[in-house]
């Protein structure tokens, strides 16, 4: 079945830094979606990305849909201690299933 | 405007007894789907259904999980005879369409103990 390659497992930051991740396949998908996951919660949808070379902002988040549509980065810009959280990636082909990765936990220490 | 509502939120069964989950989804949503998620992993699907009907069952064990979406109320996911490795927490999540290309609206999860 399909994989998603989510790096880095973990990130320990300071509060102000700028934080990069990102999700790796080798199939390729039509839609690829960021999520934030807090302690006893669902996911949260952060960015939603459609096209291949696609660069969108959401606030200081920015993610951007790979070239070549197997591929997807994430970045938080000036982070603060409310961004701690696990942070998934999901890609989606045909239909509605989603694929996720296995998550980036971010610690934003103040 | 209440969005995807599961219940219970904990859930302990005793090995062998039945666990029964529930996904009310977001007004106006015909099409839930089911995932699944281990500790320290991702969420991995497991079934994906509209009113009445199993759209896409793939994710789902072939045994002992079923789940279903009737024409009122709310989304069903049963598992029987529970083990210790059903543990997990249990994900709805619904859309209004078929391709849900701005992504889904997920519930806060049902958290499942098996002892």
């Known amino acids: 079945g399909q994989q998603l390659n989510q790096s880095p497992q973990s990130m320990f930051i300071q509060e102000g830094e700028d934080v990069s991740m990102n999700c790796t396949s080798s199939?390729?998908?039509?839609?690829w979606l960021w999520y934030k996951q807090d302690p006893g919660e669902g996911p949260v949808l952060l960015i939603a990305?459609?096209?291949?070379?696609e660069l969108t902002s959401n606030g200081r988040l920015t993610a951007q849909f790979g070239i070549t549509r197997k591929d997807s980065f994430l970045n938080i810009s000036a982070s603060i201690p409310s961004d701690v959280g696990i942070y998934f990636c999901?890609?989606?082909?045909?239909?509605?299933?989603?694929?996720f990765g296995e998550g980036t936990q971010l610690t934003v220490n103040p | 405007n209440a969005g995807v509502m599961q219940n219970p939120r904990h859930l302990v069964r005793r090995r062998g007894q039945e666990a029964r989950l529930r996904c009310s989804p977001m007004?106006?949503?015909?099409?839930v789907y089911w995932y699944r998620q281990l500790p320290e992993e991702g969420l991995k699907f497991m079934v994906y259904?509209?009113?009445?009907?199993?759209?896409?069952e793939s994710g789902m064990p072939k045994e002992r999980f079923s789940a279903e979406f009737p024409k009122e109320g709310p989304s069903i996911l049963r598992i029987q005879q529970v083990v210790r490795g059903d543990s997990a927490a249990y994900f709805c999540?619904?859309?209004?369409?078929?391709?849900?290309?701005?992504?889904?609206?997920f519930g806060s999860g049902t958290r499942l103990t098996v002892v």
């Open positions: 999901a890609g989606q082909t045909s239909g509605s299933r989603l694929t």
């Open positions: 990305l459609y096209k291949a070379g």
């Open positions: 199939s390729i998908f039509n839609t």
């Open positions: 259904l509209q009113k009445e009907n199993i759209i896409d």
């Open positions: 999540a619904s859309s209004p369409r078929t391709d849900a290309n701005y992504g889904y609206t």
């Open positions: 007004k106006g949503h015909s099409h």
